[in-house]
Structures are given as C-alpha cells and as structure tokens.
C-alpha cells in the first residue's frame, strides 16, 4: 500500500493556529476523530514528548511528527498546511507551512513505518506539490493530487490533450537505442513536468526512470518501466545525472556490466529533454566494479546507498546553517570496519533504539547535518542503521591505496584506506569544494562537484 491509502481525512486541513503546540494538537484532534481514537490526550502527549526530544522539521517547510495510537489501519495520516508558516524551533529560524502527520499501531512495523516517513518526504518534497498546497484557496484532496500525478501531472484540466508525437530528442532516443543494440533507455524525468513522454517513447526497449519523486511513477501500469530510481537532491551537470542514474541502477541490479544503455537528459527549467549520451558501462564505467562484478558490498541495501548520497549532497549544498561542512560516511561491513574505528568523542548515537537511528527516517537527516561539523566519520550499516558520530578512521590497508588526485587532503585518504582494508563504500564531502566522492577497494568510484549559479551564492538546483 501506498501511502495515500492510509489518508484517513483526505482534505488538506487549514491550520488555523500559528502555535507549533497548538497546531500539532488541533491536526492530532482531526486525526483521532477520523480514526476513532477516544485515548486523544495519551496520543497527543506521546506526539508531544517526541517533539521535545527531537523535532520533525526535515527542510523545504516540511514537517513529519509522528505518534501512537490504536487504530484500526496500521497507519493513519493527514496533512495541514499554514500559509503563513509555523515557528518549529528549527534551524535558521525556517518555518514550516506542511505538517504531515503519521500516526502508528501499537503493532506497526517499524521498517515499513520508517519507507512510509520516507515516501511522505520524497512527495512533499516536491517544490510542484509543495506549491499546489500552499498556493491552493480552496480544499486540496490529497487522494486526487496523488492520482493526477501518477497520470501525468498535478494541473487540473478537465480533459488531456490528444497524444503528442515524439519530439526529437526522444524519436532520436529510440532510434540510436536500436542502432546501437542498447538493453534500456535510463529517462531522467524531473527534467519535465508531466509523464506523456512515456506514451511518447514507442520503443520495445526497457525504460529506466530516474527522478526525485517515485510516486510520479507505476511501473505496474507499463510493463517497459523496469525500475523507477530515486535520484538524490545533488546539484549536478547532466555529465553528473547520467554518472548517479548509472551508479544506483547497476547497484538494484537493473543493468549489469555488459549492457549498452541510450540515457535521455536535460534541463528541468526549460521544461524539456535536450541531451542523448549511448554508453557501454563496460567501458565507460568499469571503475564502479574495481576488482569485484559487484558494485555493492553484499550487505548493503540500494535504497541506503541512494539515501546516504542524497544526505551527502544536502550537506555539500546546505553545510551547516550555511556554512561549509565536511564529513564521511562508511557505509557496509561494520564488523570488519569496526576494528579500524576509535571515538574522537562521545558517541551521540548510543542508547538509541535501531528504529531512531535509522538513516531512512527523514526525521534523521537534521540530526545527521548538525553532526558533520564534528570530525570523523559517521559508521552505517548495509541497513541503514547509524552506529556512531564522530569515529576516527585507523585503517591499515592490505593493499597499496591509488595516488589521490592533488587537493584531496586527510579526510579523502582516510575514505580510500578503510576501503582498502574492508569491503565498505566510503562517501566524503570536501569542506572547501562541496565535491562529494565514493571510494570503494582503496580507489575513487565517482566525483560529482557542486557547481554555482550566476548568483553567487546560490547553488544550482539538480535539472
């Protein structure tokens, strides 16, 4: 089940207290009525309590709280909005204008909860949806929202347009995807807004969609859609796109070393595709393999390794409270990785349960950011489960590391030795460059830079 299907008041509720307490409370009220819930102080108290401890403002005016309750369903959500925006205690002073609320049984799973507070972020996320609420004077149905989307778009039209032929791009697409004998065609789709390209693209190849926002997408509907890719909000050259659509498709297994691929790209301020790259990913990416067929460690979950580098770039991009800010992740083979680690400090992450140190849970990603500025590195599972903050990296490769390329300092020679030494991924962000890199076996896999608008300070937002 999707997450739409546990909406139990499917109108996005006007919030009328600017209050955070208050408007928890009053969304919480809607919530225990439309579920029957008669313990209402005892659910609302619990919401609370997880407030103090740790807030649930994630970013882009977005908040996640979450409570218990014993309802009927294993999960139960609604969404308010204020306009004007509600003070969160977050930082920088943001204001959230969305609360999602998601409530949980007694009984619920905690990993599907965790893929739920996941999917909510990914979809609210979205600048598209974002606006469509907030903008919106009359009552949104989330329900309708979610179901336009899936057709092709969030506009409301009381009928869709005759059915476009293939512009160019795409007619070339399919026409090079033929020539060149290429297993699939990887679609890049943030780069429009609406999904009449797939009509469009009358090709028997396989389709891979990269984008930002999975619920835009069922693959369940076109049998060519192979796998739906969540694309991690980096800022990246279309050159980068096609290097991260790459990466995480071959790391769920839905291209393989030996496959030719035709990737369509472009730009998503002009509303259109404008870039066609066919690669060999033998040839143009055998680095991702090293010295193994798999790119992965064999502990390690895609959808992890999708999440790890999308906090990696939010941290290049946002730093801390605007400030630059370096970090590690070592991700797989704790056991082994373990051995090489001492604490610099602390470890902020102990006494925690597996289910509030799951690096999935949105509600995470504040926690992890402030923590960046600390040295050392963050310690991963393959699951996703953060074991410490602040561990400084001993390693001693087995193995002589490759020469780094100059102005790559200590943080960077770290990553490639406890990947030398171990069968981890390691993932840094350069303090002074944002430049996010994966080691794996001791040698650099991918780079990806942060490139900076015309503006100045602002940073490209990912096309």
């Given amino acids: 089940m999707s997450f739409e299907d546990y909406l139990v008041i499917p109108t996005v509720i006007e919030l009328k207290s600017t209050d955070k307490t208050e ?7 809607g919530v225990c009525k439309a579920a029957d819930v008669r313990r209402q102080k005892a659910v609302i108290d619990e919401m609370l309590k997880r407030e ?10 977005l908040a996640l709280p979450q409570t218990r309750a014993p309802i009927k369903q294993e999960f139960a959500i609604a969404v ?14 943001a204001l959230a204008q969305i609360v999602v609320l998601l409530v949980a049984r007694e009984d619920a799973d905690t990993n599907r909860q965790v893929q739920i507070l996941s999917e909510l972020a990914t979809f609210f996320k979205s600048s598209e949806i974002r606006d469509l609420i907030i903008k919106s004077e009359t009552p949104v149905d989330m329900r309708a ?14 009928s869709r347009p005759a059915k ?8 070339s697409a399919m026409v090079l995807a033929r020539e060149t004998k290429s297993s699939a065609i990887m679609i890049f789709a943030d780069c429009v807004k609406e999904n009449d390209f797939l009509e469009q693209t009358r090709s028997k190849n396989r389709i891979i969609i990269v984008t930002n926002n999975k619920t835009r997408f069922d693959p369940t509907k076109d049998k060519r859609i192979i796998g739906v890719v969540q694309a991690p909000p980096i800022p990246a050259s279309r050159t980068g796109q096609i290097k991260i659509g790459i990466l995480l498709a071959l790391s769920r297994n839905l291209l393989t070393k030996e496959d030719k691929i035709v990737c369509v790209s472009g730009n998503s301020k002009n509303n259109q595709f404008d870039t066609i790259v066919a ?17 992965l460690p064999p502990d390690v979950k895609p959808e992890v390794l999708e999440r790890v580098i999308g906090l990696a770039g939010e ?8 400030k630059p800010a370096g970090t590690i992740f070592v991700l797989g083979d704790t056991n082994s990785v373990n051995a090489y680690v001492r604490q610099l400090i602390i470890n902020p992450f102990r006494g925690y349960s597996e289910a509030e140190r799951n690096i999935m849970d949105p509600g995470l990603a504040e926690t992890i950011k402030e923590f960046a500025s600390i040295d050392g590195a963050f310690i991963v599972t393959g699951d996703g489960i953060v074991l410490s903050a602040g561990s400084y990296l001993r390693p001693q490769p087995i193995k002589e590391v490759e020469l780094l390329p100059g102005g790559l300092g200590a943080r960077h020679i770290a990553a490639a030795g406890i990947t030398a030494c171990t069968n981890c991924l390691a993932i840094t962000i350069s303090e002074s460059t944002g430049m996010v890199t994966l080691f794996k076996g001791g040698a650099m896999m991918m780079s990806l830079s942060r490139p900076v608008s015309k503006d100045g300070d602002k940073v490209q937002s990912y096309p």
Avoid: C, M, W
């Fill in 315 to 322: 941290i290049a991009v946002e730093g801390r409270e605007g």
């Fill in 52 to 61: 103090e401890s740790s807030s649930t403002f994630i970013g882009h005016g």
């Fill in 23 to 29: 408007a928890l409370r009053e969304l919480a009220l």
């Fill in 164 to 171: 476009k032929p293939a512009g160019p791009v795409l007619s």
């Fill in 279 to 295: 690669i060999d990913v033998a040839l143009e990416y055998d680095f991702f393999f090293l010295n193994s067929q798999d790119l």
């Fill in 80 to 93: 308010g909005k204020s306009s004007a925006g509600i003070p969160y205690d977050a930082a920088r002073n």
């Fill in 145 to 158: 929202v979610v179901l336009a989307l899936k057709k092709g778009g969030v506009d409301e039209k009381p």
